[in-house]
């Protein structure tokens, strides 16, 4: 589905094109063509091949999707891969947006997420001596929102880990904090997904050698990849957390089973105590001359409790009830 | 065996040699010759090597097979050795493909392998178009047929280890779990050996300096790179959520043999309890009042079976049964 | 918050400015300008930004805060960077400080900590022949305090690291153990990020092209940088030091719980052998001649506590009493 | 020992040489010496050092052994140093065996090991047109034959593998599994010494710049790089292996003694059922009608057997037993 | 303390000089300073900074002590700052030297060690053309001389290992090899310490561009680096090691609980079969016809020496007791 499709001239709208007359206003000065799809058919993308003479291989992975982010280079043009990831009913989404960008061009498909980018192009719209920069602003714009909506996501998980942690030295808490701690690594894992590809990848777009498109624009292709710097070792760091804390749930799983097994271990003895007692005065000898006393089944009741109350004491004073 | 042939001119084909005719047409100007052999004696690789005056090298690694995946130069031709991996009945079967490619000529021997790339000729005498980019092309084309075919693998082993994971936290599974992990971890140790190799190697076949044979399609061998990338990444991810697993399979191991310890101490208490209980009616000492009374009996049966309870009830309260 | 802005000629206090009219000493011969902010508002920073001429985006980082500490050139000047670690009631609370450092002005902006660098400028301006190299050694001055502030944080971690490992073999302490070292770990990590990431940046600051703020004070940027090197070893060498401890002392959890059992193990079978014989003797057969005897019963004590005391020696020997 | 001391002149053999006269062979064009020592005395040591001018770091290297596996050059020669593995009875035995090699000379020094290399000379000697090509390919020669033997080693070892790996999951070999394991590791570590040294200075032998020596045989290296790379890489995927065998050997043996804790707990509880009951009716109360009755004891029997058969199903439809 | 200071010209010891003659000496030509100081003062470390001119960070670096390991240029000299390990009543005692090397002086500063280098400047003395290569030569003899002393510390470590090792299967010792294997590792971690930073920075004392005092003698400073290497290697592995012997130690005392666990609880149940068989002929109904046999009694107790002898053959058979 086309969503917009307007060239600029000068920084300002000019016109909303038919998709047909793009190739036309690609080659007038000072103009650019901005584009943006969303779920495309292939009868659409293979428009926009023939308009903007899109490389072939970078539309079979544009029509594809399930790319892993990436930046490549076609010629004087750029392709870009990146991840939308966007929570629903407390689920990851996983969406696609890739751009096309040229030196007179930027072409956005999105694929499978509920992320619009209309705000983007608010934004730009409203500051004409930026969008004057041409495609390369734009490109960086859109990468800039993808990147920026990483951070909330990030938050969600962080703040899932610290309330696991709370929680990791409770009592009786370790089934529950293992399979929130799994599921919790799942999702980071597909953050992590996300964002090293493309941190690795942004590396390219400032620097020494870059594409012809970011020439201008490079502190703020930098600023992307320090984002995604910050983005990427706040993950790292998670998931080693989250290593550590598995390995000391099974610590606390083994301490918490330890401390029952003394404490169960610890009444059985005292009832074998009592068991062992009862056991002996039950035995049928015919001389027990204590059988024969007025108090001696007082005395023996005393005496199975006290022997009780001693180990009770004992089991106690180490800890163990 | 030879499987095929054939001599190309711009693009067409244009007859099928025999063996010892290759030499005669790799002079001949844009014009190239495309063999593919299965499983080939001696004599046969030996005739290719004259032929195609291939390295001694290079044919002694085709003839012996079972090597590491990897791209290497021999003057101006190019020596690609790749895995093919298939299902046979559960398992994963190991093959080899090994391709000789020069300026103007492409040698494929496939070993202990059902897969064939009959597909890749017809699809490229299909396009002469870009056939016409000769020996280049063609390599590409085999390649990426061979990397193609790891994704269903993959996804395979995907959704082997999905699979699993739903049942991780389920009682009583853990012995099977760990079996079922344990040699997923091995089929994807097997398949991460063929795509790792591969893709280090790749990166030698676009960017700065590149063999003759690929110059002309960089962009179509960094496709490959991408596509061995994408698997290379999934299958660590795979692994890294493996040993994660195993982990947190132990976790679940001490959990369960806990509840199942709680358990049953808590009955062997419940029991030992009403031992104790009778042991003491059942002592032998002359004074015992209790003993006399009309109701001693029911009210013993009611003290033993309240004690009793009263335990089951804490016990249950605590979560122990 | 304003807390200095002065101007300096050839190492030597000139006046105290006020904010607007910073940009005329911005040009006078061998003069440089040094501001320091606290917690400033937006518009205190937008009127630094005008006056320096400062990067919009450096400027959005240091409004913003909680950046990822790093070192960024824009055209001649220099971004910085740095978090503040320091201790409050046994907490470790995190600032940050931002610097700003052009050739011929610096600018520290402070946030949510309560260290000052007045020492830094008092230093500074007793020593007038160093200060005459201007901004860039005021830049390693204040690097230099933050990094040298992070050693006793440092020490503190390694001694409670030290305390732990006294503790982790002594009986019964695993528990407490393992929380401290969870704990500990978390704070080493936010050292860690503190440290590595601005050692990664450092490396910019002295070698083979350095930004021309920094050239002529090239050893000092590379002790800097040996600090953080040498912190970032030992910070590595602990978070080790804590995996390898968790790990041990699970085993020795592992090992207090395989002795706690065998002791009562031991203890419980003792008292089943007293049983086992008791109940022998309660037997009711009419013919059980020892029964009749004179010194049936204390012989049949004298067996029980043989056989008791027996397996108590048994038990003490193999280590298990 | 002097094994072998021989002058080459155009691939043929020409003499064999008293040491002394070495020197006088060196300076003849198109002439070369091979000379093989076999622990060799500080004195014969001393007369190569003379005759070949080889450096005092070297001929120390060499006549302290237990070196590391390297690759050194002095000037225009090049010193190598490997490791030799075989099995003795077996238990991996270490030699090591050095290499000298200038423009016109190789000398091979062989150290506590059975393995020799006269098939290296006869081959060679047989191949007057690659001897041609002088000491470099003798050094390819040597190496060649150095790491083709760790093939079988690392064959002999994967087979072990794989030999634990198929009783893994049986029960019951826990105890023996893993000081297998440890075992193998063991071997594999030193293994992997030998190969990854080397490994890692092999990438000096071909490639841009390459020593004066190696300079026409560059494929050759080349292909002995890729055999240690094909060691590595299976050396790796083993040693990643056993880790994760050591983690399901311990979870295997937390299951199974899960599963006896079950199945004696259970025969216990079974046991204390028929205790109980056996107890209340062994108590002494004067009024339990059930004793008067004529069948009250088969008819306990019949209760007890119920009671304990009923509980031996319960746990064996749960599985424990 | 100043324990030498001494001239040398053309290779010959010239004449013991005071301070605060060093810097006459410094620019005869032809002519070197050696001086060796221990623990000094500050007032001493002072003198040297102003008779040699070296600069205040390093001077800084060397009067604090606790330096990491590393080589640092300063102009045309460098400062070398390496460690010593020696043992001191079975622990290990870390000490300090750092070097200072010019072009025609070198001045070793040692702290908290007894080692000491007299051995060193006796054994250069004694080799006048070698000494005669100047400042580059006595830099390597002293490092020489600090890392040959790292080889006996390594010794002692792996010999500890291996004691370790062979402990690790026998039964009981689990407590005592965890606790040897902790506390190997941290001096492990030492020299680990020690060695791999200071490998880190003699690569550049050979190779590529390299510091003027020891361009003369790159294969000694390269001989360094590789026994640096070595001992690296081997502390590496000797770590990893460590790690899966904690790990196989921690299987050891699971299967060891295990075995116990299944030993007690067999005893138990033949026991338990004894009191249940007791406890039904202690029942007191009034018709148990087996109570009157003549042969009940001796009958029973062979019915219960019967169950409990097969109970005892079966658990043997299966490798319980």
Redesign the interface.
């Known amino acids: 589905m086309i969503i917009n499709c307007v060239a600029y001239q000068e920084g300002a709208r000019l016109v909303d094109l038919p998709v047909d007359d793009i190739s036309d206003y690609l080659d007038k000065p000072g103009c650019f063509v901005w584009v943006a799809l969303r779920d495309p058919t292939p009868l659409e993308l293979d428009a926009m091949r023939r308009e903007f003479d899109l ?1 072939p ?1 970078a539309v079979e992975d544009a029509s594809h999707g399930h ?2 982010p ?1 930046v ?1 280079e ?1 010629g004087d043009s750029l392709f870009v891969v990146m991840q939308l990831i966007e929570w629903v009913g407390g689920d990851m989404n996983l969406g696609e947006v890739v751009v096309f960008a040229g030196p007179n061009y930027v072409l956005s498909v999105r694929r499978g997420s509920k992320q619009h980018f209309l705000g983007v192009r608010e934004r730009c719209e409203s500051e004409p001596e930026v969008l004057k920069q041409g495609a390369g602003y734009v490109l960086y714009a859109l990468m800039d929102a993808v990147v920026d909506r990483y951070f909330p996501v990030l938050e969600v998980l962080q703040s899932e880990l610290e309330s696991i942690e709370e929680g ?2 409770v009592r ?1 808490a ?2 529950q904090n ?2 929130r ?2 599921a919790l ?2 999702k980071l ?1 597909q953050l992590d ?1 996300a964002v090293s ?1 493309l941190l690795q990848f942004s590396g390219k777009l400032y620097g020494r050698r870059v594409p012809a498109v970011c020439a201008n624009n490079q ?2 292709f ?2 992307i990849s ?1 984002h995604l ?2 983005i990427d ?1 706040q993950v790292d ?1 998670s998931l ?2 989250i ?16 401390e ?3 404490r ?6 005292i ?6 007692f ?11 001359p ?8 007082p005395a ?2 005393g005496v ?1 409790a006290s022997a009780s109350s001693f180990l009770w004491w004992r089991f106690r004073r180490s ?1 163990w009830l």
Chains 1, 2, 3, 4, 5 share one sequence.
């Open positions: 490389h291989l790319q892993r990436k490549e076609y990791i030295f009786g370790s089934r293992i399979e701690l799994y690594k799942r894992l997904h590809s502190p703020y930098r600023d320090d710097s910050r070792a760091s080693d957390t290593g550590t804390a598995i390995l000391v749930n099974l610590s606390m799983v083994t301490i918490e089973q330890g029952v097994t003394k169960l271990a610890a009444w059985a003895a009832f074998a105590v009592a068991t062992a009862a056991g002996i005065w039950g035995m049928n000898f015919e001389f027990m204590e059988l024969k006393l007025r108090w001696g089944y023996a009741l199975i800890g």
